[in-house]
């Protein structure tokens, strides 16, 4: 059982995400918390941490109303009679027009939902739902491909490719078609470059992926 976040650290074999859980969680406290000692590590490390695997998200139906969709992250457990469930979803990161059709938001790939606590100097507790995923930027500053009239997208650069931000960023779950079919041999682990699905209705989503 994860309690604590250094428990996360330690469970977390690849170094390289070792290393953004590390850095990118305690810049987000910086940012967020009045209690400049979880700058240091000891703090950081002894914070109360809880992992979970998914995220409710509320969309707006087919005929405007809102529904509810369920983003998973699920680790090392398998989902159902597939592979293990790192959704993809549509993250807002600025207001306007930002990012060309994408409309200010971009494509994060979860793989890591937790829940952090922390005390603020006045001694009241806070906690923060948080993800860590990897990012992508957009192809074309975000505008249509004249012939697919889709947005492509690929992975961001590798210092920033992992980032950890607020799950209330999440407004959506998504559908990328991959470059090189993720079944094969060769196409596992080595896309760089997604074109967008806005085709994809909500029906077809539930029917699909639950």
């Known amino acids: ?19 953004a859980i590390h850095s990118a969680t305690r810049d987000f406290i910086k940012y967020k918390s009045l209690n400049k000692k979880y700058i240091s590590d000891e703090p950081l490390h002894a914070m109360e ?11 707006e139906g087919l005929e405007g109303e809102h529904v509810s969709q369920m983003s998973r992250y699920t680790g090392s ?14 993250a807002k990161q600025c207001p306007g027009r930002s990012y060309g059709a994408l409309n200010g938001h971009l494509l994060w790939q979860l793989q890591r939902l937790f829940k952090i606590k922390l005390q603020n100097e006045d001694g009241a507790f806070v906690e923060y739902w948080l993800a860590l995923a990897f990012t992508t930027i957009p192809e074309n500053s975000g505008n249509l ?3 697919s009239k889709f947005v492509q997208v690929r992975n961001a650069p590798a210092a920033f490719a992992l980032q950890v931000s607020s799950v209330g960023n999440i407004v959506a779950c998504a559908h990328i078609i991959p470059e090189i079919a993720t079944g094969s041999k060769t196409g596992h682990g080595r896309n ?9 209705d909500l029906a077809t989503w539930n029917e699909v992926y639950n």
Do not use: A, E
């Not at 760089?192 to 699905?197: E, L, M, S, T, Y």
């Open 192 to 200: 760089k470059q997604w074109i967008v699905n806005s085709h994809l």
């Open 49 to 59: 941490l809880c992992i979970y695997h998914g995220i409710m998200v509320q969309v």
């Open 77 to 90: 457990q398998i989902w159902g009679r597939g592979d293990q469930r790192n959704n993809w979803v549509l």
């Open 145 to 147: 491909d004249p012939v």
């Open 1 to 19: 059982m994860i309690k604590y976040f250094r428990t996360l650290l330690d469970n977390t074999q690849d170094l390289t995400r070792c290393v």
